[in-house]
Each structure stands twice: as structure tokens, then as C-alpha cells.
T-cell receptor, first 113, second 113 residues
Framework: EPEVTQTPSHQVTQMGQEVILRCVPI?????FYWYRQILGQKVEFLVS????????KSEIFDDQFSVERPDGSNFTLKIRSTKLEDSAMYFC???????????FGPGTRLTVL | TQLLEQSPQFLSIQEGENLTVYCNSS?????LQWYRQEPGEGPVLLVT?????EVKKLKRLTFQFGDARKDSSLHITAAQPGDTGLYLC?????????????FGKGTHLIIQP
């Protein structure tokens, strides 16, 4: 069964460093999303992406964040200068249509020291 | 801002008992999804409900979408230890899913043998 994959599973970085989180969405899906989940809190929407551009972004998704689909399969989230409060699980999701259910990857645990 | 409130937040029952968890909002959603999330993993989709009043069954799990599409419930019959986990509801706004899923905080379910 097709699934969303994410790498790395765990990323440890120093405050101020740049990180890139990678996702491979389900191949026939056209809509891509990033969410984050701070430990013990609910899953929060960051950004949606369609047709090579951002569709919507939340207030969390500030200028430190960017997304890209560099090729036909990968979807990346870049945090330019990480802060301690960026420590969280980051989930990628994809869907065939923005009105349809979204399928989530296993997540990347980001730890900022 | 759309909010989803899940109740109860924690539930611990004995194997074989029945239970119902709730997902409520003052806002209308075009659809609601129920996910199950294990610690350190991504949400796994269980079901999507779209039509007001819709009922879907997944083995011992019964999902219902409220008539007004503002609330949903998950009923588990004869709960088993394997049902233990975090159950999340998430909704897509009527404007479409470009603004991502709105998640509830989840119900932590423990089924004791």
C-alpha cells in the first residue's frame, strides 16, 4: 500500500542552524502539507502546497520556514535558523484533493539544543 | 478559528467494555477524519465521514457524523487491549482543505486486560 515517507526520523541540531526535513508523498497525490506537534500538544497545520506553490500557511509558518518540491518526488521543509521552540515532531501529509482525506508520514523528531 | 474539542481526554476501561468518545465543534466541517496515533509515530487514518448523519463501521468501531456536521463520535464495542492508543479527530473546513486539517487534542484510551 502506498505510504508517505519522511527522512530523517530524528534530527538533532544546534540553535541557529538550518535544517531540511524531507518527505516523499504518495505518488499520485497532488496536495502536500506540513504539520508539527510539540510534545504533549495537538497537531498543528503549518503549510499546504499545490502546483509548486504555497496554497495556505498558518501564523506559525513565518519567514524562517520555507517549502520546496525540488523534483518530482520530494517535498521539503526548511527551517533557516532553528530556535529551541522549534523542537517538535514534524509530519508531512499528502492528499489527492484538498477536500479529501490526508495521509501522514511517520514524522521527523526535531530536537534543537 | 475553528476548534475541535475531544472528550474525554483520558479514558481507562476494562477489556470487553463499550465506550464512546466525542469530537465537538461550534463550526461546520465539510468532512471529519478520525486518526489513531501511537507514541512517536504519525497519525494513521481510520475513517472519513462526509455526509451529515453518516455512520461508518470498521469492525468493532462505529463512527458517526452529526447531522449538522459539527460533531462526531467514535464508539468501540467490546474493547480490546489492542485498541489502546490516542484517537484524534480532524476536520476540513467548508472552504476546502487548503488551510489544512484542524485537529482535536485527542482521547488517550487505555484498555486494561
Amino acid at each position: 500500500e502506498p505510504e508517505v515517507t519522511q527522512t530523517p526520523s530524528h534530527q538533532v541540531t544546534q540553535m541557529g542552524q538550518e535544517v531540511i526535513l524531507r518527505c516523499v508523498p504518495i505518488s499520485n497525490h497532488l496536495y502536500f502539507y506540513w504539520y508539527r506537534q510539540i510534545l504533549g500538544q495537538k497537531v498543528e497545520f503549518l503549510v499546504s502546497f499545490y502546483n509548486n506553490e504555497i496554497s495556505e500557511k498558518s501564523e506559525i509558518f513565518d519567514d524562517q520556514f520555507s517549502v520546496e518540491r525540488p523534483d518530482g518526488s520530494n517535498f521539503t521543509l526548511k527551517i533557516r535558523s532553528t530556535k529551541l521552540e522549534d523542537s517538535a515532531m514534524y509530519f508531512c501529509a499528502s492528499s489527492e484533493d484538498q477536500r479529501y482525506e490526508q495521509f501522514f508520514g511517520p514524522g521527523t523528531r526535531l530536537t534543537v539544543l | 478559528t475553528q476548534l475541535l474539542e475531544q472528550s474525554p481526554q483520558f479514558l481507562s476501561i476494562q477489556e470487553g467494555e463499550n465506550l464512546t468518545v466525542y469530537c465537538n465543534s461550534s463550526s461546520v466541517f465539510s468532512s471529519l477524519q478520525w486518526y489513531r496515533q501511537e507514541p512517536g509515530e504519525g497519525p494513521v487514518l481510520l475513517v472519513t465521514v462526509v455526509t451529515g448523519g453518516e455512520v461508518k463501521k470498521l469492525k468493532r468501531l462505529t463512527f458517526q457524523f452529526g447531522d449538522a456536521r459539527k460533531d462526531s463520535s467514535l464508539h468501540i464495542t467490546a474493547a480490546q487491549p489492542g485498541d489502546t492508543g490516542l484517537y484524534l479527530c480532524a476536520g476540513i473546513s467548508p472552504g476546502g482543505g487548503a488551510d489544512g486539517l484542524t485537529f482535536g487534542k485527542g482521547t488517550h484510551l487505555i484498555i486494561q486486560p
